[in-house]
């Protein structure tokens, strides 16, 4: 999977999970990084983007399906436009 260079995914091989982090400072508003949809479903799972009360969709290119939720985003997914922009 390629990774651009302003990321770094790690991998937490007890868990086996991935995260992506950036490590470069990005301005507020700049857009990360476009995207499209690879496939659609009703239900969600770890590496889905939710886009409607029952539509939830797997994103490309891949190393974004390892953004991580967080209670303090400072990313905005922006599906109309197929964008992600930094808050």
């Known amino acids: 999977m390629e990774v651009p260079s302003f990321a770094k995914l790690v991998e937490y091989f ?6 992506l982090y950036v490590n470069t400072r990005i301005k507020v508003g700049q ?3 476009k ?8 239900h ?5 983007v939710q886009v409607g009360e029952n ?3 797997m994103l490309v290119p891949e190393f974004l399906q390892y953004i991580n939720h967080s209670c ?3 990313l905005h997914f922006n599906p109309s436009e197929g964008t992600v922009t930094t808050l």
Not at 14 to 19: N, V
Not at 35 to 42: I, S
């Open 55 to 57: 539509e939830h969709i």
């Open 14 to 19: 007890d868990s086996e999970e991935k995260a």
């Open 44 to 48: 969600s799972n770890y590496l889905t």
């Open 31 to 33: 857009v990360l990084s």
């Open 35 to 42: 995207f499209g949809v690879k496939q659609t479903y009703r």
């Open 72 to 74: 303090e985003p400072n």
